[in-house]
């Protein structure tokens, strides 16, 4: 059973970078796709980016386009995060699914623990 592991997160200031890995413990396909998602307090889980695992169809929210990418190498993918602002912080999620990212956590049906994001001013 493949499981995904999240790492990199921590506690920055306002405009610093941080980068997130999400490393998959056996071989994934590029029929399937890697979501990074995040989940602030008393809110709802929500879409940040993803791609597929070939590279292809990246996608990212609004909120956060033009200050992360996310790439891949070998058996991880990474989230590098720029400019952060207080509200990127949150709980980081990994998920895989079958097919392009989607936004809706719903569609994906592995999900790594999570690792916390924390911005201050």
């Known amino acids: 059973q493949v499981q995904l592991a999240e790492s990199g997160g921590g506690s920055v200031q306002v405009g610093d970078s941080l980068r997130l890995s999400c490393t998959a413990s056996a071989r994934l396909f590029s029929s399937h796709a890697i979501g990074w998602f995040r989940q602030a307090p008393g809110k709802e889980r929500e879409f940040v980016g993803g791609l597929r695992w070939n590279g292809n169809n990246p996608r990212y929210a609004d909120s956060v386009k033009d200050r992360f990418a996310i790439s891949r190498i070998q058996n991880t993918v990474y989230l590098e995060m720029n400019s952060l602002k207080l509200e990127d912080m949150g709980v980081y999620y990994c998920?895989?699914?079958?097919?392009?990212?989607?936004?809706?956590?719903?569609?994906?049906?592995?999900w790594g623990q999570g690792t916390q994001v924390t911005v201050s001013s």
């Open positions: 998920a895989r699914r079958v097919g392009s990212p989607t936004t809706a956590a719903s569609d994906y049906n592995l």
